[in-house]
């Protein structure tokens, strides 16, 4: 995960416009405001994306 994908995560929840474990609300809202790494990254790897919503952690951490 890059730190532009961690910003625009914290962005969309900072935001509190959608429930950050609905991928197709945070893909949406992401798409809207131009946030087109996160999308891309929530498509293609769901698992990373959702151990970090749910731990904080990324791969890298452990």
Not at 19 to 47: G, P, W
């Given at each position: ?49 959702a151990?970090?919503i ?9």
């Amino acid at each position: 995960m890059t730190d532009t994908i961690r910003e625009q995560i914290m962005t969309v929840r900072s935001a509190g416009q959608c429930n950050m474990l609905d991928t197709t609300a945070v893909q949406r809202y992401a798409y809207d405001h131009e946030m087109y790494e996160l999308v891309m990254f929530i498509e293609e790897d769901k698992r990373k994306y959702a151990r970090f919503i749910m731990t904080g952690e990324t791969q890298e951490d452990s």
